[in-house]
T-cell receptor, first 113, second 113 residues
Framework: GAGVSQSPSNKVTEKGKDVELRCDPISGHTALYWYRQSLGQGLEFLIYFQGNSAPDKSGLPSDRFSAERTGGSVSTLTIQRTQQEDSAVYLC???????????FGPGTRLTVL | GDSVTQMEGPVTLSEEAFLTINCTYTATGYPSLFWYVQYPGEGLQLLLKATKADDKGSNKGFEATYRKETTSFHLEKGSVQVSDSAVYFCALGHRGSNYKLTFGKGTLLTVNP
């Protein structure tokens, strides 16, 4: 997706390990979203950041998942004590407040063995 | 809560055939409606959108009309091409919920020459 990079592109980890996924958006997009795309559940919203407002964490599936956004730019999604059901593609998207178009990054494919 | 239902795939068509992918939704209020497309090996891209009843979104020969009376947003194209082969996702979002998207399961379209 134009203007959004994610790293790593692929991550293989062992069950029980922690992982960090990074989203690096271009400037000017104040809204940032994380979604998860998995075979069983399809595309699901995880968390939303907008400026300095408190994030909307309503989509996080468990307390093993957390995310932060530093300086209104880069965001990191952290999954602690990974489980096999966490295997999915994690997508980051950005947009501008008051606009309803989101630009998606290429995603990070997470595989938990 | 909100939900989006789209026709199960896969859909296989010959080049120049007419395409319809059905999408219906359940939501409170007046959501915006979207079609996103995921080409092989690429990230999600917005294909078209409509923000209020009777609006028609269009792009690249694809069209969809926001029908509030039938809670539908069916995707159509008069003559598909091999390059249209992709996964298509119907989605909705509310301005009051920061446009966090609720997606359908996706429909895989394959167009044969």
């Amino acid at each position: 997706g134009a203007g959004v990079s994610q790293s790593p592109s692929n991550k293989v980890t062992e069950k029980g390990k922690d992982v960090e996924l990074r989203c690096d958006p271009i400037s000017g997009h104040t809204a940032l979203y994380w979604y998860r795309q998995s075979l069983g559940q399809g595309l699901e919203f995880l968390i939303y950041f907008q400026g300095n407002s408190a994030p909307d964490k309503s989509g996080l599936p468990s307390d093993r998942f957390s995310a932060e956004r530093t300086g209104g730019s880069v965001s990191t999604l952290t999954i602690q004590r990974t489980q096999q059901e966490d295997s999915a593609v994690y997508l980051c998207a950005v947009g501008r407040a008051a606009y309803n178009e989101q630009f998606f990054g290429p995603g990070t494919r997470l595989t938990v063995l | 809560g909100d939900s989006v239902t789209q026709m199960e795939g896969p859909v296989t068509l010959s080049e120049e055939a007419f395409l319809t992918i059905n999408c219906t939704y359940t939501a409170t209020g007046y959501p915006s409606l979207f079609w996103y497309v995921q080409y092989p090996g690429e990230g999600l891209q917005l294909l078209l959108k409509a923000t209020k009843a009777d609006d028609k979104g269009s792009n690249k020969g694809f069209e969809a009309t926001y029908r509030k009376e039938t809670t539908s947003f069916h995707l159509e194209k008069g003559s598909v091409q091999v390059s249209d082969s992709a996964v298509y996702f119907c989605a909705l979002g509310h301005r009051g919920s920061n446009y966090k998207l609720t997606f359908g399961k996706g429909t895989l379209l394959t167009v044969n020459p």
